[in-house]
């Protein structure tokens, strides 16, 4: 059980989206915040439409997923919570622990040894004992990846494709947060290392963000001594208020929406700011005058422990 700090930032996170359906369709939808002890949804509101059919159920990464069944013409789904969380950054608190050998394992956190369909550890082994082996085992060397890749691979908005695994990140040298958190999982799974991809929301806590972009986000955990240690390639520097929806071995666990049938994604927008609490409610229209982040400032509020 990784540690827990008082809740006392509050933020605004969701999602509307457009589906443009020609004739039978239905999708995949997982956009809800999991339950964490690092944060606690105050208020959610989830519209399906024009009340379209769907059934929830959990997959096995314990993800929560909606099955939907889309009408012909257009869907609008729009999803909306409120979310209380820490202001405290990425693994603080966190102890100085060892690796556990893979016979030390706890049997949940096996999985995140394999290869898997966009993390291909198996191709990157050479590459990675080359580059990283003769870095201590263990957090050293999940920092080191992280700040090698954050380094070496440059970002670029709006250059993801649906079919890079690693490797081919690695060969291409640029791609957006969903390679760069493919690329750090599957490293750190070439030295027995478990390693998830974890989807989310994540706002600009004490990070002004000059471009301004909200968009999902991706990054990798690295399982260490009983403990999941956040590592994201894509900043290197530990950040605040990150909110999970999903995470698994790789982004085929995790998307936001996996549609069967004849639909496309038309309309996509997504956010993730800080609040005053009572401020805003879910299904408010969106005004980021009431936003508190995208500055180096961070504003707390004083709150109990939960």
């Known amino acids: 059980m990784n540690p827990t700090f008082p809740f006392d930032i509050t933020l605004r996170v969701g999602c509307s989206l457009a589906y443009e359906v020609t004739g039978t369709a239905s999708l995949l939808l997982n956009v809800q915040p999991r339950t964490s002890g ?8 989830l519209t399906l439409g024009n009340e379209l059919p769907s059934t929830e159920f959990t997959d096995s990464h314990g993800n929560r997923v909606l099955r939907v ?15 209380a969380a820490s202001s405290r950054p990425d693994n603080h608190g966190m102890p100085d622990v060892q690796p556990l050998p893979p016979d030390q394992l706890p049997p949940e956190a096996l999985r995140y040894l394999a290869p898997s369909r966009y993390c291909d550890s198996d191709k990157l ?44 990140v690695l060969q291409r040298g640029y791609g957006v947060c969903r390679d760069f958190a493919h690329l750090a999982t599957a490293l750190n799974r070439t030295f027995n290392l478990p390693a998830r991809y974890v989807a989310g929301h994540m706002p600009d806590i004490g990070f002004p ?17 009983g403990y999941w240690f956040a590592t994201d390639a894509r ?10 929806i999903a995470h698994g071995m790789d982004a085929a666990d995790c ?28 299904g408010d229209p969106l005004d980021l005058s ?7 400032t961070i504003r707390t509020e004083s709150l109990e422990p939960r």
């Open 235 to 244: 900043f290197h520097v530990p950040r605040i208020g990150r909110i999970r």
């Open 69 to 83: 069944k889309l009408a012909p013409g257009s869907n609008y789904i729009r999803h909306d919570a409120i979310v």
């Open 290 to 296: 009431k936003r508190l982040d995208n500055q180096t």
């Open 255 to 282: 998307p936001f929406s996996t549609i069967y049938g004849s639909a496309v994604l038309s309309y996509c927008q997504v956010w993730a700011y800080q609040v005053e609490r009572g401020t805003v409610g879910v």
């Open 209 to 225: 963000d000059p471009e301004n972009h909200m968009d999902f986000h991706a990054y990798a955990e690295v399982f260490v001594g």
């Open 38 to 45: 690092q944060h606690a949804v105050i208020f959610e509101a």
């Open 125 to 168: 082994s050479n590459f990675a004992w080359e580059k990283f082996g003769h870095i201590e085992h263990g957090l050293p060397r999940v920092r080191a990846i992280s700040k090698w890749i954050h380094d070496t691979i440059e970002y670029r908005y709006l250059s993801g494709r649906p079919d890079l695994s690693a490797w081919d």
